[in-house]
């Protein structure tokens, strides 16, 4: 099934689910359509949990491009165990609630959370294992200069800046070169240090509300932002000692790949390195396009105005200067560097010139 028809009838669901949640009662009888959005609910719920986070995805792009639309005064159409008061407000805001009704396996944002921090672990285990038993003083050739011990150390850093920040729930930026790291002197117990710090800033966020204000260096102030941060940090670091190492960059799960992704996108225009370059790159109504072979999930990047704008589905403008397609792991690595575009991972259509231009920008 083609991404263009995925989002489109993600997109006529979502119109359904508002029409439904905002009709007033003497045009839909409450009742009957909890049975519709109960039934629907049930259909989903067959999918596996990778499709239903693909749906999840798509219904929120989707949601996005509703026009607002006021809820009922006593939306009793969905369910309360399901959805209903108190749901997010803005922006097309019954389809946004509606998520939870025809996606009853959808995480909530606590659940979300936990599993981030899980998958948090995971990988700097994966890395640990990695870097063990090899030679520190190994080049890591995706970030020239460093070698392993570096890379090591780098990943620990974070840690501890990030346990710094969440703990201490700050509301300015600490520097990151003012967090103790006690560092051990032999750069073989580098990775015990780093499991160990691992340990603590995940029981550090894993206690913490995921929409508890914190500082963060990125678009989102809150603890979530963190966590999200350190698995996109694990996931390029693995692939980094994997390539290091001589192996290939290990798998990345598609769904991770595509949150840091968003993640990316989202917080580099808070990144002078990459916001400063992007602004003056003179490609001014370019519009590249990824896509995931995998998963059919896309991302369309607009340049100018100073930077550029993105939006995940294929609902955005049109492409202009080319599409690129991979796995979604592959294109994260993209967007990092640590593949290049002419790798025969990649496929291109249109003028590769922006999305070179863009990848020099976007450098670290």
Do not use: K
Request: proline share 9%.
């Amino acid at each position: 099934m083609s991404d263009a028809l995925l989002s489109t009838l993600a997109e006529a669901l979502a119109e359904l689910v508002t029409a439904v949640e905002t009709s007033d009662d003497e045009d839909l009888d409450p009742n009957t359509a909890a049975t519709w959005l109960a039934g629907t609910g049930r259909t989903l719920s067959r999918l596996g949990a990778a499709d239903r986070r693909t749906l999840d995805d798509l219904l929120r792009e989707a949601a996005r491009r509703q026009a607002p639309a006021p809820r009922r005064a006593a939306p009793t159409c969905v369910p309360a165990h399901l959805g209903g008061p108190g749901g997010p407000r803005g922006a097309a805001p019954a389809a946004l609630t509606a998520l939870s009704s025809v996606l009853p396996g959808a995480p909530s944002a606590a659940d979300a959370h936990a599993a981030t921090c899980a998958a948090v672990a995971a990988h700097v285990r994966r890395f640990a294992a990695l870097v063990r038993d090899a030679e520190p003083t190994t080049p890591v050739p995706t970030c020239p200069g460093w070698t392993l011990a570096d890379l090591t150390r780098h990943l620990g850093a974070v840690h501890r800046w990030t346990e710094h920040l969440v703990r201490g729930r700050a509301t300015v930026r600490v520097p990151a070169e003012d967090v103790p790291l006690d560092l051990p002197a032999d750069p073989a117990a580098y990775a015990d240090w780093l499991t160990a710090g691992a340990d603590r800033v995940l029981t550090v966020l894993g206690a913490a509300d995921p929409d508890t204000p914190v500082w963060s260096p990125g678009a989102d102030p809150h603890v979530r932002h963190h966590a999200r941060r350190l698995l996109a940090e694990a996931v390029v670091h693995l692939a980094d000692a994997g390539l290091a190492l001589g192996d290939d960059a290990p798998p990345i799960e598609p769904h991770t790949a595509a949150d840091a992704i968003d993640h990316f996108l989202t917080d580099a225009p808070y990144v002078s390195w990459i916001a400063e370059p992007l602004a003056h790159l003179g490609r001014d109504g370019a519009v590249l396009r990824l896509t995931a072979r995998d998963t059919g999930t896309v991302w369309t990047l607009a340049l100018g105005g100073g930077g550029f704008a993105w939006t995940r589905g294929s609902g955005g403008p049109e492409p202009t200067a080319g599409v690129v397609a991979a796995d979604s792991g592959a294109l994260l690595l993209l967007l990092h560097r640590r593949y290049a575009a002419d790798d025969p991972r990649f496929t291109h259509t249109g003028d590769r010139g922006p999305l070179d231009d863009w990848l020099a920008a976007t450098a670290l």
